[in-house]
Every structure is written in structure tokens, then in C-alpha cells.
């Protein structure tokens, strides 16, 4: 078993949690809007967001179980399993958020 956690090291656990929580919120708002014809979304963006959704569990809970399986403390375990869920909401904010507001589009 690893040492105690450091108090750094549940920060960065912390930091990482409430980024994910952020960027799941500011993805599902672009995706509602998009909806709305609000925002500017793909007409494949729907099926994207159902699709993308069990590769991107399946990942977490590989990674937070291999995490746990080699004895990993439990902020070491959920950071393992929040990496892939971020990596995805972080690039998804990103993709969305460069699309822009529907109504500005001539």
C-alpha cells in the first residue's frame, strides 16, 4: 500500500474532479442549445453524444480498476478513472465551444 496522500496531491484529485464537473455542465449546455438551434452543432452531434459515452466509461473503469488492482490509495483510483472522462469532456468543450452562437452565423 502507497503512502499517505499529500495534501498537493488531494488538490490535484480535487481540481480534477470539479474540472471534469465544469466541462460535463458547459458541453451539456452547448449540446441543449444546439438543440435549440441556439448554438452552432453538426447534425451528427446527437449520435456523437450518445456514442461517445460507453468507450468513454469502459476507459474509466479500466483505468480506475488497474488503479486499484496494483494498490493504488483511493484519490490515485478515482483520479485514474476522472483522466479519460476529462480527456473527453475536455476536448468535446473545446470542439463546441469553437463552433460559436447559431443566431451569429450569417
Known amino acids: 500500500m502507497n503512502t499517505i496522500a499529500t495534501p498537493a496531491e488531494l488538490v490535484r484529485t480535487s481540481v480534477t474532479f470539479w474540472t471534469l464537473m465544469a466541462e ?6 452547448y449540446r441543449m442549445m444546439g438543440m435549440a438551434g ?4 453538426t447534425g451528427s452531434e446527437n449520435r456523437l453524444m ?8 469502459a ?7 488497474r488503479a486499484m488492482m496494483s494498490g493504488q490509495r483511493p ?5 485514474a478513472a476522472m ?7 475536455g476536448r468535446n468543450n473545446r470542439r463546441l465551444a469553437r463552433r460559436g452562437p447559431n443566431f451569429l452565423k450569417p
Open 24 to 29: 460535463t455542465q458547459a458541453v451539456m449546455a
Open 38 to 41: 441556439l448554438w452552432a452543432v
Open 50 to 57: 450518445v456514442d461517445e459515452k460507453a468507450p468513454a466509461f
Open 59 to 65: 476507459e474509466a473503469m479500466m483505468a480506475g480498476s
Open 75 to 79: 484519490d490515485q483510483i478515482a483520479l
Open 83 to 89: 483522466t479519460p472522462l476529462q480527456r473527453q469532456t
